[in-house]
């Protein structure tokens, strides 16, 4: 049976899911939907969710959204190995840390920064909210040191979620040259991470909505 995923390819989190079946080998059945016109609020996508967002992956008559555990769900139920959402107790914690590190705070306070101008009128960006954000990104930073990938030497869904939400942070020319080891793991991403291409267009499409958003 297919699996159904509603997505706009522009989002992070819808990217962040397409990262993690890319890596199980799972074909999505792609069901784009235009949150700009309002498409998440016909009835029978609020039937299915009814919050009414995307991601929303549907696999027989499981339904699940918020991209951090969507990500877990294809790990676990379709991974070849655990390496991408690990059995053991400290990796497994490490990786759910980084997720929630990014869903509560490293996209929470990039939301923080950009969404005031992009969709709330705001006309000047707030320099608070960007040293809040340049803070968040130093932590990862740190977290990333010494390591090859977010967590030890392999891939896991937190490179896939943290990954979707760097390459969006990069399109808002957030300046990233501080931080040394993130530039140093976007290039190992680049060449190891399978879906990085398609991510990285839906990155450079958020960064031109951003654009046009803040007349820039
Ligand atoms: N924490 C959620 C965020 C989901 C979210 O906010 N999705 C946005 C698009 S990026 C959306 O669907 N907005 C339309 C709506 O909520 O009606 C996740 O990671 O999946």
């Known amino acids: 049976m297919p699996i159904d995923f509603y997505y706009l390819l522009i989002s992070p989190p819808c990217r962040a899911v397409m990262l993690t079946a890319e890596a199980v080998g799972v074909k999505l059945n792609m069901k ?105 990104l130093g932590w990862l930073d740190g977290f990333l ?7 030890g030497d392999n891939i896991t869904i937190a490179d896939h979620t943290l990954l979707a939400t760097v390459s969006t942070i990069k399109e808002a020319n957030v300046d990233l040259s501080k931080h040394a080891n993130i530039l140093a793991w976007l290039e190992k991403c680049k060449a190891e991470v399978p879906g990085y291409e398609t991510n990285q267009k839906g990155a450079e499409d958020w960064g031109k909505f951003f654009k046009s958003r803040c007349n820039l």
């Open 32 to 136: 784009e939907l235009d949150i700009f016109k309002g498409e998440q609020m016909k009835p029978e996508f609020v039937a299915l969710n009814p919050q009414h967002c995307i991601p929303t992956l549907v696999d027989g008559d499981f339904v699940i959204w918020e991209s951090r555990p969507t990500c877990s769900y294809l790990a676990s139920k379709y991974g070849k190995d655990d390496s991408l959402f690990p059995n053991d107790p400290r990796a497994r914690a490490e990786v759910e840390r980084l997720n929630y590190f990014d869903m509560g705070t490293l996209f929470h306070r990039f939301g923080e920064y950009v969404f005031p101008v992009m969709f709330r009128g705001e006309k000047e960006f707030n320099p608070d909210k960007l040293e809040r954000l340049q803070e968040a």
């Open 145 to 151: 040191s010494g390591n090859k990938f977010a967590v």
